[in-house]
């Protein structure tokens, strides 16, 4: 079961690139939600989705934007990257409006030099 | 939003009984989570409580819940290396907003 799959596992950004993380679920979870880690801290939700069409900010969404493409899929962009978010992304999903009970994907570690 | 405390380290001996503790200060908080974290992977959902319940057991986990000073901990019986991870509390009074501990990290030494 493949369950939460984000793409790329790693990525190198330069100052100023664009890029986009991508995450599928195959478990036909409404909700879906981005977060960050940074070292030594707890995960920090980004962006999340409630249901299909519909998208709402986190704790700190500044610097991305957020595509919920269809059910399945939700999109994380960073459209001008900064050595600020320099972090593992991880994507979760859930199949309930409790976000506590949710499946994480492998994450994406990006560095923006 | 909330702040949730938990101590960085534990170190236990494999056959003993990891005991992880959490703090937080919304004493609104309906959900509390547990969750694993090994090397290189996503977050695993452990187990989690409500705030109506004092205790869960799931096999070797116990979740115990403590309201009034509110605080959370997690005892894991006959600790194995398996589960040497990282463990994140985390805490919530509303649906979509989860707010995490940065975590303990827990050595199981033979």
């Known amino acids: 079961n493949a369950g939460v799959t984000q793409t790329p596992k790693f990525q190198v950004l330069k100052t100023g690139q664009s890029m986009t993380l991508q995450c599928a679920q195959d478990?036909?979870?409404?909700?879906m939600y981005w977060y960050r880690q940074d070292p030594g801290m707890g995960l920090r939700l980004i962006y999340y989705?409630?249901?299909?069409?519909?998208?709402d900010k986190g704790e700190v969404p500044n610097g991305y934007n957020v595509s919920r493409l269809n059910k399945r899929e939700f999109s994380l962009r960073l459209e001008s990257a900064a050595p600020s978010q320099t972090s593992v992304y991880f994507c979760?999903?859930?199949?309930?409006?409790?976000?506590?009970?949710?499946?994480f994907g492998q994450g994406t570690r990006l560095t923006v030099v | 939003g909330e702040d949730v405390e938990q101590s960085l380290f534990l170190s236990v001996r494999e056959g003993d009984s990891s005991v992880i503790n959490c703090t937080y200060t919304?004493?609104?908080?309906?959900?509390l989570y547990w969750y694993k974290q090994e090397p290189g992977a996503g977050l695993q959902l452990l187990t989690y409580?409500?705030?109506?319940?004092d205790m869960k057991q799931d096999q070797r986990l116990t979740v115990l819940l403590n309201k009034k000073d509110k605080h959370l901990s997690l005892r894991i019986a006959d600790t194995q290396t398996g589960d040497s991870a990282i463990y994140f509390c985390?805490?919530?009074?509303?649906?979509?907003?989860?707010?995490f501990g940065k975590g303990t990290s827990l050595l199981v030494t033979p």
């Open positions: 989705s409630a249901s299909e069409g519909t998208t």
């Open positions: 409580i409500f705030s109506n319940m």
């Open positions: 979760a999903s859930s199949d309930s409006s409790y976000a506590g009970l949710a499946f």
């Open positions: 478990m036909n979870h409404n909700s």
């Open positions: 985390a805490g919530s009074n509303s649906g979509y907003a989860l707010n």
């Open positions: 919304d004493s609104s908080s309906t959900y």
